[in-house]
């Protein structure tokens, strides 16, 4: 296809493709062992299977959560958000059972610190700007990816350094204004246009998206990047215990 980079007969074992756009990617006749497909991942067909559905229904399976934060119903996002907030207040919990974990890396991903950090900015930026409409600077602290733009000018600040208690703390007051604000929330409130300020401050895309929509996207965060950071925890008491 026009435009479409081609890999003949070479040699990619070991590599690691990351925040890569592989869409319509073809792989023919390539073997593939032990390897590993983490990210946003739709109709994929293995050896003319499509597993996708498979995939999901595991990590339903797995994440039960998951089905709640999927539904329109209020009672059930209200739920979702309180499950949520346990699982990190136990991970969290597990942290600090040792000090200095909470900003150990795995494969160059976030730490425990940056990843709530990270959640920090989601809430400002995908419930308070997109659910409420709030126009006021992001929290300083929080970390925004790398494709936020003027990041300075919305309130971040790129020198923060806040420890593991400061960052619990604004995520608290976080949480506790997410739950607040479902124990009221409809389902034609959910249903209706997301409020967005009419500038040009993140998310931009967000634009045209409902309530719930940009809600579903602050409860999806907080439950994949706790996959994430349980995920890499386990790897580093592994590596510990060796």
Known sequence: MPGMRRFSDEDLSGAEFRECDLSEARLVGVVMQDAVIDGLVTNL??????????????????????????????DDLRRGARQLRADWAATVARVRQTPGVEHATVDDEWSTVQTLRHLVFVHDSWFRRCCLGSSEPFTPMGLGIEDVPDREAQGLDPTADPTLGEVVAVRDEQAAELEQWLESVTADRLAAPAPIPDDDRWPPYARGRSVAQCLRTVLTEEHEHHRFCVRDLDLVEASAAQ
């Open 45 to 74: 067909v293995v050896n003319g299977v499509e597993v996708t559905a498979y995939v999901e229904e595991v990590l339903d399976q797995r994440h039960p959560v998951r089905l709640l934060i999927r539904s329109d119903d209020p």
